[in-house]
């Protein structure tokens, strides 16, 4: 039986589990989209070397944009760190105690690093 | 509420879920090794951001030849091969049991189940099979 979801959008949204709640759905949709992101990669990059496709190529210049880098990087990112945050609490379960603090320790992370390397990639592409 | 059930001992799902953990950790490993070894290498100053990102995802040529890298070699070799094929067999398999753990959780237990773990086997086969095609057609021996 998979878990009974009687509950609506609206009050799924509503339920106040706080920064854990939105870090697992975060980690969930991140994950899934890094799936997507390197099933299609994988896909385009054959097409176009077995066969020479145009769709392989197409795709890869929207991999190439700018914009979609710094998606790809925030997705990659936060997975990550993420990640560890969930291998360490479940190796170590003591530390469950602190969850809501290692959630605000990742942001802590993140922030910065995704806010130096999505700096210098915007300054990159719009200085030429 | 209650959660999935999933037995004490060593069962698929238990094993699955360690392979989750360990894989990740495994993915870190790897990354790590690609990024402190590029900037050994010169990418600090031979190599823009987004091209070392994009190779310390995963380090193949194809990744680093449209950048100012000087001696090709050390970016193509077995070594880097090697860990493109571990990292390859490691991110499929913990993203398609991941997209697995996601459909189950919305999914009644029964035959669709194993339906869907047929499918999913198939299409990470699929995808592992294209991906260590690329590997070994991108020049890096
Ligand atoms: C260093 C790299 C990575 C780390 C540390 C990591 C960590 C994790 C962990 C610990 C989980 C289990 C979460 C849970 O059971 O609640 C997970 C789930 C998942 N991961 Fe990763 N991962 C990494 C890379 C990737 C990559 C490259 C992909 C895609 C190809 C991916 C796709 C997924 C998916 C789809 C899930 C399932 C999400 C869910 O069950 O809610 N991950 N990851």
Redesign the pocket.
């Given at each position: 039986m998979p878990l009974k979801r009687s509950v609506s959008l609206w009050q799924g949204l509503k339920y106040k589990g706080g920064g854990p709640m939105w870090a697992w759905i975060l980690?969930?949709l991140s994950?899934?989209g890094?799936?997507l992101f390197?099933g299609l990669h994988v896909l385009a990059a054959f097409m176009t070397a077995q066969f020479g496709s145009d769709a392989g190529i197409a795709i890869n210049t929207i991999y190439e944009s700018w914009a979609f880098q710094i998606i790809v990087y925030f997705s990659i990112l936060f997975?990550?760190v993420n990640?560890?945050r969930?291998?360490v609490l479940d190796f170590w379960p003591a530390l469950l105690e602190h969850e809501r603090e290692a959630v605000w320790a990742e942001w802590f992370v993140i922030v910065p690093i995704f806010g130096l390397a999505t700096y210098i990639i915007v300054t990159k592409a719009l200085g030429g | 509420m209650r959660a999935r059930s999933v037995s004490k001992t060593l069962g698929f799902e238990s094993f699955m879920w360690l392979f989750?953990?360990l894989s990740?950790l495994a993915?870190?490993v790897f990354?790590l090794t690609g990024l402190i070894i590029a900037l050994f290498m010169g990418a600090r100053t031979q190599m823009d951001m987004g091209t070392l990102l994009r190779w310390t995802f995963f380090p193949i040529g194809t990744h680093v030849t449209s950048s100012d890298i000087l001696v090709l070699e050390q970016w193509i070799n077995p070594f880097w091969s090697i860990i493109q094929y571990l990292v390859i067999a490691f991110?499929?398999l913990?993203?398609t049991n991941?997209?697995r753990?996601?459909l189950e959780d919305y999914m009644d237990k029964g035959w669709s189940v194993y339906l869907l773990r047929g499918l999913l086997f198939v299409v990470w086969l699929f995808m592992l099979l294209v991906a260590f095609n690329l590997i070994q057609t991108s020049g890096a021996i």
């Open positions: 980690h969930r994950g899934l890094i799936l390197v997975h990550v990640g560890l969930v291998i | 989750m953990r990740g993915m870190y990354a991110a499929t913990h993203g991941g997209l753990v996601v």
